[in-house]
């Protein structure tokens, strides 16, 4: 699986957007962009994925580059609750053949200030 | 419908015992996945199955035994804990869903 790089750190004031950016350079065709948040000590939560459209769900848009090799998780109207470390991760998507590892970088700590 | 559930949720050993902490999810999933977050670090997969009856090591493997007997269970193996694997373990089922995690401290 491609590897990721994503900034350490962020921050964002609340009922802004939240723009957080991953570089995935080396990403294959296969691949999916994933991403993901944990706050605090609490259990990864899987927020969004795509190939390349764009896409959108309830709690983010996830925006992908042209060429694959960037993409960009927007939380649209951010609040304290999303204080989190934020994981974009890339990996060959397979829910019912062989699985492929989910492996996770240092991700993005992002503050949300009030 | 439970989602995943983990136990325990937290367990102190002495170095030198055994445990096996226990995962289960009852979304029909193939894949299931174990992974460590060690302190301010980010998670390490340790094992994965992508079916029933199927493993395979992930990132860091040593000291860990798993066991996928069925769709619903994954069960990960200490048989010798040492204080380097105080850690907390994560189970995931799929790539979306992950449990409450078992806080594991090893004296």
């Known amino acids: 699986d491609a590897k990721t790089t994503q900034p350490p750190s962020m921050d964002c004031a609340e009922g802004r957007a939240a723009n957080l950016p991953c570089n995935h350079s080396t990403i294959s065709g296969n691949e999916y962009v994933y991403w993901y948040r944990q706050i605090h000590s609490q259990g990864p939560q899987y927020i969004i994925h795509?190939?390349?459209n764009n896409e959108t769900n309830e709690m983010a848009s996830l925006i992908i580059t042209e060429d694959r090799k960037s993409s960009t998780l927007i939380l649209p109207h951010a609040t304290l609750r999303d204080t989190a470390v934020y994981y974009c991760i890339v990996r060959v998507k397979s829910e019912y053949s062989s699985a492929s590892k989910i492996i996770f970088g240092s991700g993005t700590r992002l503050s949300i200030r009030p | 419908n439970a989602g995943v559930t983990q136990t325990p949720k937290f367990q102190v050993l002495k170095t030198g015992q055994s445990m096996t902490l226990q995962c289960a999810q009852d979304?029909?999933?193939?894949?299931m996945y174990w992974y460590r977050q060690d302190p301010g670090m980010g998670l390490r997969l340790i094992y994965y199955?992508?079916?029933?009856?199927?493993?395979d090591k992930g990132e860091v493997p040593n000291g860990y035994n798993v066991s996928r007997l069925n769709k619903r269970e994954f069960s990960l193996r200490l048989e010798s804990a040492a204080p380097s694997q105080t850690s907390v373990y994560f189970c995931?089922?799929?790539?979306?869903?992950f449990g409450p995690g078992t806080r594991l401290t090893v004296l």
């Open positions: 995931a089922s799929s790539e979306r869903y």
């Open positions: 199955s992508a079916s029933e009856g199927t493993t």
């Open positions: 979304m029909n999933h193939n894949s």
């Open positions: 795509g190939l390349k």
